[in-house]
């Protein structure tokens, strides 16, 4: 399968409906459901590790990078990856589940690795740092929390303290765009576009795979690794 890197580029996104099949799409929502909690946000707005499914508002699975489904699920995303990044350019550094639970209010706009540390905050080089490539396992849409993002983002300067206390909360809202998507749907998102996860109003779990790519470099993946380790 092809994604237009041209139109990622430029606006920060691209979209593929019907990525996967339904027997694919059963496998990865059973594997989310049987997968412990890795860390996640409560009903109390505290963050938290380790907790039961139905405490949490948001969560994120434990790793399953390396579980055979993910591995085939992996290989059908692998040239999408290599358009974005070029032949032998990057590595899979995670693959897990994010869920947000039926009545969660939560929102955070926020960038990704490694785009959410100073040294590359506002790194607008060609070379794509950070790609992530999410699969919808429930319907994404408003209603129910389908993930949005904000179209060119990626190219003007956001500060991070700025997203945290949520001083472009209004335009990301008035400006961002849901990826509105059927179960097997995939998104993909350059790491520096600002994001969220939206308010799920809906009576039943709005479930993610998220795949995160890296851009290979050894000095960049070693300064990485070092700011990483002394968090």
Same mark, same amino acid.
């Given at each position: 399968?092809?994604?237009?890197?041209?139109?990622?580029?430029?606006?920060?996104?691209?979209?593929?409906?019907?990525?996967?099949?339904?027997?694919?799409?059963?496998?990865?929502?059973?594997?989310?459901?049987?997968?412990?909690?890795?860390?996640?946000?409560?009903?109390?707005?505290?963050?938290?590790?380790?907790?039961?499914?139905?405490?949490?508002?948001?969560?994120?699975?434990?790793?399953?990078?390396?579980?055979?489904?993910?591995?085939?699920?992996?290989?059908?995303?692998?040239?999408?990856?290599?358009?974005?990044?070029?032949?032998?350019?990057?590595?899979?550094?995670?693959?897990?589940?994010?869920?947000?639970?039926?009545?969660?209010?939560?929102?955070?706009?926020?960038?990704?690795?490694?785009?959410?540390?100073?040294?590359?905050?506002?790194?607008?080089?060609?070379?794509?740092?950070? !790609?992530?490539? &999410?699969?919808?396992? *429930?319907? %994404?849409?408003?209603?129910?929390?389908?993930?949005?993002?904000? +179209? #060119?983002?990626?190219?003007?300067?956001?500060?991070?303290?700025? !997203?945290?206390? &949520?001083?472009?909360? *209004?335009? %990301?809202?008035?400006?961002?765009?849901?990826?509105?998507?059927? +179960? #097997?749907?995939?998104?993909?998102?350059?790491?520096?576009?600002?994001?969220?996860?939206?308010?799920?109003?809906?009576?039943?779990?709005?479930?993610?795979?998220?795949?995160?790519?890296?851009?290979?470099?050894?000095?960049?993946?070693?300064?990485?690794?070092?700011?990483?380790?002394?968090?």
């Amino acid at each position: 399968m092809q994604i237009d890197t041209d139109y990622i580029k430029t606006n920060g996104y691209a979209v593929l409906p019907n990525f996967l099949n339904a027997e694919e799409v059963t496998a990865l929502q059973n594997l989310c459901d049987a997968t412990p909690v890795a860390m996640g946000e409560t009903w109390n707005n505290e963050y938290k590790p380790n907790l039961p499914f139905n405490e949490y508002m948001h969560w994120w699975s434990q790793t399953v990078k390396d579980h055979p489904v993910t591995i085939s699920i992996k290989q059908k995303i692998l040239p999408m990856a290599t358009q974005c990044f070029g032949e032998g350019n990057f590595e899979q550094v995670g693959g897990d589940f994010k869920v947000t639970n039926a009545g969660s209010q939560y929102m955070y706009c926020h960038f990704d690795t490694p785009y959410r540390h100073d040294r590359w905050a506002n790194d607008f080089s060609d070379d794509i740092k950070g !790609m992530q490539f &999410g699969i919808a396992l *429930d319907k %994404f849409d408003n209603e129910s929390g389908g993930t949005r993002v904000l +179209p #060119g983002s990626h190219k003007k300067i956001y500060h991070k303290e700025d !997203m945290d206390a &949520g001083r472009h909360n *209004d335009e %990301f809202l008035r400006d961002g765009i849901t990826m509105e998507l059927e +179960p #097997g749907g995939l998104f993909c998102y350059h790491s520096r576009t600002m994001h969220s996860t939206m308010p799920n109003n809906t009576d039943k779990p709005r479930r993610l795979m998220l795949i995160l790519h890296l851009w290979n470099d050894p000095a960049f993946r070693q300064e990485l690794t070092d700011i990483e380790s002394n968090l």
